[in-house]
């Protein structure tokens, strides 16, 4: 037999097939060692032949395989060779996708003990050592027991035994079990009318794809586990994608009360060796759920019955390494590959997922009201300008100041929660609101401090950074922002009995950093908890009744087009915290620029009036529309990466000049940020209608090939710095 393999060597020299004869102990989608070049290497067996067009003499011989059972199954690996041509990238980059990283490098496997057993041997002579018969006793009653114990119980007595040969020692695999701790309660549920209705139409459309709409709190979730356990019934698999963030500790005991052992749970608190065999569970079929983030896609489970994928919406479903490939892509591709259901849910879906099932290419499905009809949480929106006028310097309202008050005196929970991101980078006038953009883009301009200049991230485009307000005069102009560490030690001097936690990035490092707060959130160990993004995800915390977002607009200058859209998103998601249980919540929404649409409609909870607004603002300029597309050059040589874009850039403008209508925006120029790690960031940046030739354009990306520089492609990135 011949296998045809794909040596595990990202590089695009070496991105092709190699002969290797073996026998017929090698199967499709196992790793080998193979000899290479004058050393060995591994690689994927992607085929097996009879022949092979090398003379017999130069077809070298595979050394072994790594392991019994092949790392990729059949799906897997014809899912890997159509992300290959739709990414460019080297084939070995794709298949590492499909493996727990940990198991490529070799540093763990499968991990297993000794375990002994009575034998039949009759004892002759009788035994009087007391140690030994302790032990016979020992195994009688529990017929088996880990060598370890046993040595450290009984001494000497078990190796006497086994010379005798009245104990026999067996080596078996076993699992780490890394929920061994993690209990909770299966709490059965009788669905609502609407989510029983919402299981009706996902089973019954003919459609792939559904949107499942639902409020926070509306009870999509007990909708995914029972969609998942009835593929279960029918023998089949699933799979379960959740943004990291949201795998909180009552997630993960939800879970495990509701399928046990056959749901394997990836996440980042795992250790090496429990990721590695929760990922042969799956494999091996022993778990049949898998559930985790956005890698969890390329789970290794077979006869897939659904596909779930909450909080659609969220930015962690984009890869930002290479292969840069989109969490929905895949899902699609094994979605009709096993011909089963894909759900997306959301309480805020993306607009481009919205608009698809606008037109009829998803099914859409809403759950407009929280379980138990429980009212969604009121808004208030706060004119923090007043507040500046009034004399108040403080991040908070006088508004939310008395909230908080009442909140803690009747013994509740509050969340407050900072929108950091891109904050301090945007430009902001405290007095009217006003905010500096591109006269040419309409996206907010970043602050750059080194050249002291504000930048366009769309095209390209610089202006003197400001000294005054252009709208209304003030030299309260800047971008300054205050940090979570800054509003804990506000609120410690204004209600000093009060316990606070924070959680930003400072707070969450390590194993289980975010787990903990939350975990002690939830224990009520404190009354406030201080947060950023992290806060707004997924969690249920019943004593919740007021949130406050204490700078509203910040994410709404983002230099972004979503800026809009993630704002909506993130006010939603946290106002969605509040008011879970029987209390009725509130939300203070705090606010330069109270007038502002999308403020507006997310204080109404309006998605749809939202997503007219935002529709028409894109049309024409950006996705779904068009599509962003960046070819990144990036290199530590500043000459070299020069000359790479130099050439990339006539190629691409080739392309450009047959199909000039296709684009939108087509220019080369430094990245906004310049210069990361030590190494110079350039870029084609180009704005694409349907049509364009993508393929084209990722084929002379990865056609480039330089010492120290390197080139690929981006759509739509989530982030343009
Ligand atoms: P979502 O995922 O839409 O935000 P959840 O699934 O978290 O909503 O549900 C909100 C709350 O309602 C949870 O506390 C959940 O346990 C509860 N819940 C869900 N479905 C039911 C039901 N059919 N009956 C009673 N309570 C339910
Ligand atoms: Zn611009
Ligand atoms: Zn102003």
Redesign the pocket.
Known sequence: MVAEVIVDIAHSDVDKIFDYACDGTVEAGMRVVVPFGRSATTGFVVRLKETSELPPEKLKKIYRAEEDLPALNSECLALAEKLKNRYRCPMALVLRLFLPAEMRTGKVGAASRNFARLTEEPFDPPLRAKQQLALIEFLRDNREADTALLRERFGGALKALTDKGIVMIEKRRVFRDPYRGVEGENVQ????PE?ENALKIINETDKTVTLLH?V???????VYLRLIAQQLEKGNTAIFLVPEISLTPQMLSQLRARFGSKAAILHSGLSAGERFDEWRRLREGSARIAIGARSAIFAPVENIGIIVIDEEHDGSYSSENAPRYNTFDIAYLRANYNRCKLVLGS?TPAVETYKRAMDGEFELVR?PER?NKRPLPAVQLVDMRREVRRGNPSPFSVVLREKLKACLDSGNQAILFLNRRGYSQTVLCRDCGYVAKCEHCDVALTYHSEENCLKCHYCGARYHMLTGCPSCGSVHIGYVGTGTQKVVGELKKLYPAARILRMDNDTTSGKEGHYKILKQFADRQADILVGTQMVAK?H?FPSVTLVGILDADMSLHFPDYRSGERTFQLVTQVAGRSG?AEERGEVVLQTYEPENAVLRFAAAYDYEGFYQHEIAMRAGMFPPYAKIVRAMVVGEDEREALEALKEVFSKLEAVYAKQPEKFLFFNKMHSPIKRIKEKFRYQVLMRITDGAPLREIYEICSAASYKKTVVYVEENPSNLS
């Open positions: 549920r009788v669905l609502t989510q639902g926070t709190g509306s009870g999509k979730t007990e309480a759950l379980i997924g249920d879970r």
